[in-house]
């Protein structure tokens, strides 16, 4: 089964709008990180958030973990067209020698 | 400095047939991870290695899936007597840090495998 889901599984929004991903997953973690995926190419690594923060910020980026219900939101503030793509978090479980399991990903679309 | 590469970039490969797919890491990480994509899917995980000892292989689908990284550098995966349902992205990475906890991973173009 997956560590980690991420609702919705699309979402469509204007040029300027912000757009909020939810992760949740079911084991208990030591880091969950949000990867970015553009049209079947390369995962790029957006940002990492340790088990002991609650929120972290880059740039147009922030990351909240409620590690409570075990589930994890990325915002991404005034979208723009370029970040139309794949959006993954990905965890590792403690009990499963830390591996790294993703999800199957929030498809973003941002219409100009 | 250079990313993580993965050679061939596309193989096509007839049924019955061995294949070996190549990663090379990002020099001096110590985590490499191999991944396999379907369409519309994340990353499925198959194994990683810290430095040259395999730590975690439970994401091999079955006994024909291998992978060796012998010198703690560059990693190969195996496919013997490939089948149909191998065709997928195949995708490598590498981290800087050993996997516990794990640290943010740096990702090659892929292998796509077709299997005809």
């Known amino acids: 089964s997956q560590q980690g889901e991420e609702d919705p599984q699309a979402l469509s929004i204007q040029e300027g709008e912000n757009a909020t991903m939810n992760c949740s997953y079911k084991?208990?973690?030591?880091?969950l990180q949000w990867y970015r995926q553009n049209s079947g190419r390369g995962l790029v690594h957006l940002i990492l958030?340790?088990?002991?923060?609650r929120e972290k910020h880059s740039g147009r980026l922030r990351v909240t973990l409620d590690t409570s219900k075990k589930s994890s939101s990325l915002l991404i503030t005034a979208s723009r067209a370029a970040d139309t793509a794949s959006y993954f978090c990905?965890?590792?479980?403690?009990?499963?020698?830390?591996?790294?399991?993703f999800g199957p990903g929030t498809s973003l679309s941002v219409i100009p | 400095g250079a990313g993580v590469s993965q050679s061939p970039r596309y193989k096509v490969t007839k049924r019955g047939q061995d294949v070996a797919l190549r990663c090379d890491p990002i020099?001096?990480?110590?985590?490499l991870y191999w991944y396999r994509q379907a369409l519309g899917q994340g990353p499925e995980f198959l194994t990683y290695?810290?430095?040259?000892?395999?730590?975690?292989k439970s994401g091999l689908p079955n006994d024909r899936f291998s992978a060796e990284r012998p010198e703690g550098s560059i990693s190969t995966l195996t496919i013997q007597r490939t089948e149909q349902r191998d065709s997928a992205m195949y995708r490598c990475?590498?981290?800087?840090?050993?996997?516990?906890?794990?640290?943010?991973?740096?990702f090659g173009p892929g292998t796509r495998l077709t299997v005809t």
């Open positions: 990475a590498s981290s800087p840090q050993g996997a516990r906890p794990s640290w943010e991973q740096y």
């Open positions: 084991t208990s973690i030591n880091n």
């Open positions: 958030i340790r088990s002991n923060e």
């Open positions: 990905a965890t590792d479980a403690k009990t499963s020698y830390d591996k790294v399991i």
């Open positions: 020099s001096g990480h110590v985590s």
């Open positions: 290695f810290n430095y040259e000892a395999q730590q975690d």
